[in-house]
């Protein structure tokens, strides 16, 4: 099945730096790739859905970068604050098992002021 | 929209006690999914359901999980004989059929004593 491989674990930069995360999967028949936000105690919310067409998708404040051919999905958080301190975690789906996520193992960023 | 909506928040049981979580799906989605939490496996899908049906439940645990969606404003996972292995997050997600986006709940942490 589907595995997807997240990179760093942990991230800690300065505040007005940029934070890039990236996730690696397994399936090239996926087509469906998220980005999720986790802050402390809270559950995940959805920072930003990307298609398979869709090479560069930029959101209030990051960057989502696809990489089909690598298969490979990067997120950057330009000029962290913060508000930005939280897990954020990658999610694949390859559309033909429906709605099911395989999701990365997720990455703690902490913006120090 | 008061969103996923999962009960209770926390629960702490006695090892090999019976411990059964609840997930209200957001009104109007058909599709309801499980996921576990563990801050060393990260996010593991357990099982999920498409109008009511079960459609895959190949991440649930042979033994002692089961789940049921007796309708389609609630589901429901139960654990029996509860082991301190099983403590994590257990996150319940809803989405439409057409659309691949999951909405998360705030999650039922478990704790088996």
């Known amino acids: 099945g589907e595995q997807v491989e997240q990179r760093p674990p942990h991230l800690s930069v300065r505040e007005g730096d940029s934070a890039f995360i990236t996730c690696t999967y397994t399936d090239p028949n996926s087509y469906y790739f998220f980005w999720y936000k986790q802050e402390p105690g809270a559950s995940l919310q959805l920072l930003m859905k990307?298609?398979?067409?869709?090479e560069i998708n930029e959101g209030q404040g990051f960057t989502v970068l696809l990489n089909k051919k690598d298969k490979r999905l990067s997120l950057n958080l330009t000029a962290a604050h913060p508000g930005d301190s939280a897990a954020y975690f990658c999610?694949?789906?390859?559309?033909?098992?429906?709605?099911?996520?395989?999701f990365g193992i997720g990455t703690r960023v902490l913006v120090r002021p | 929209n008061a969103g996923v909506i999962q009960t209770p928040r926390h629960k702490v049981t006695g090892k090999g006690q019976e411990a059964t979580l609840w997930c209200e799906p957001i009104?109007?989605?058909?599709?309801v999914f499980w996921y576990r939490q563990t801050i060393v496996q990260g996010l593991e899908f357990l099982t999920y359901f498409r109008n009511q049906a079960p459609i895959d439940d190949s991440g649930m645990p042979k033994e002692r999980f089961s789940a049921q969606m007796p309708n389609q404003s609630h589901s429901t996972l139960k654990i029996q004989s509860t082991q301190p292995q099983d403590s994590a997050v257990y996150l319940c997600?809803?989405?439409?059929?057409?659309?691949?986006?999951?909405?998360f709940g705030s999650g039922t942490r478990l704790t088996v004593l």
């Open positions: 009104s109007g989605h058909s599709a």
């Open positions: 999610a694949v789906s390859a559309g033909s098992a429906g709605n099911k996520l395989t």
């Open positions: 997600a809803s989405s439409t059929t057409s659309a691949e986006t999951l909405y």
């Open positions: 990307v298609f398979s067409s869709t």
